[in-house]
């Protein structure tokens, strides 16, 4: 039944969706990343496109299989970006023209705060090396700050809890920060999240209030949040 009933409850709405793992370069032939597949980046836009939305993903590094279905099922709305700061970019100028945003795609919280020209030889360094890393901007917090009127901006936030209420707890900590309107808490430990095909989320709103739960497939998580998010459009 609400398969049928959210068919089209999205219909000529725009969603963009920001999905898989940021890449901060060391050198040319470096940088460090993180393990996000990219999967529930994917599903969501997925989702959001089968509810009837015209959506753009902005894909940062996906798993090779993840980056083959984004093109197949997605084609020419695929945005690519390499670093947080590309991320930055193309978020904020494909914001202006939409009625949701979702920051699922796992951003390097720190980068080299110099970037080589030429690739590092071990000679340079001796028998360790340092890395000085500077702060990424926050672009979900940039985003919620610059947010349209009626426009629905959700993030994601991966969280080890040992229970509900602690989830909860670090949840309502990180949307103070975030300004967002909808926060999807990764149950992180509960079942395995990156590379997984299942995931579970509990979604608060912006008093910390839970207003979606979901465990099961990223599809069905991605229609979870989605669920949570047409209620909020004006
Ligand atoms: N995020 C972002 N820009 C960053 C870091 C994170 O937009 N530089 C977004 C993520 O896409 C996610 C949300 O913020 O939607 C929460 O990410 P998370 O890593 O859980 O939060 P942080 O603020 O980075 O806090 P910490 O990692 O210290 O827990
Ligand atoms: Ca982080």
């Known amino acids: ?3 049928d009933a959210r068919a089209q409850d999205l219909s000529g709405r725009h969603v963009i969706v920001s999905a898989g793992g940021t890449r901060e370069p060391l050198d040319p032939v470096r940088f460090i990343g993180n393990r996000s597949s990219g999967k529930q980046g994917l599903a969501i836009a997925r ?3 089968a509810r009837g939305a015209r959506v753009t993903l902005v894909a940062a590094h996906l798993d090779a299989e993840v980056g083959a279905e984004a093109s197949a099922s997605l084609g020419g709305d695929v945005v690519r970006a390499e670093t947080a700061e590309e991320l930055a970019a193309e978020m904020r100028e494909r914001a202006l023209s939409a009625d949701v945003v979702v920051m699922a795609a796992a951003v390097a919280d720190y980068r080299p705060a110099t970037v ?6 071990k000679d340079d360094s001796g028998d360790a090396l340092t890395l000085v890393l500077e702060r990424t901007p926050d672009i979900l917090a940039g985003l919620a700050a ?3 009127d009626g426009q629905v901006v959700v993030g994601f936030a991966a969280e080890t809890a040992p229970d509900r209420e602690a989830l909860l707890e670090l949840g309502r900590t990180k949307m103070a920060r975030k300004g967002a309107d909808l926060l999807a808490l990764n149950v992180v ?12 989320v509990v979604v608060i709103d912006r008093s910390g209030t839970p207003v979606g739960e979901a465990a099961g497939t990223k599809e069905a998580v991605a229609h ?3 669920d949570a998010v047409v209620p909020l459009l004006p």
């Open 224 to 226: 979870a949040l989605l």
């Open 146 to 148: 610059g947010r349209s």
């Open 189 to 200: 430990g509960w079942t395995a999240g990156f590379g997984s095909d299942d995931n579970a």
């Open 47 to 49: 989702a959001a496109a």
């Open 116 to 121: 080589s020209e030429a690739k590092i030889k």
């Open 1 to 3: 039944s609400t398969v």
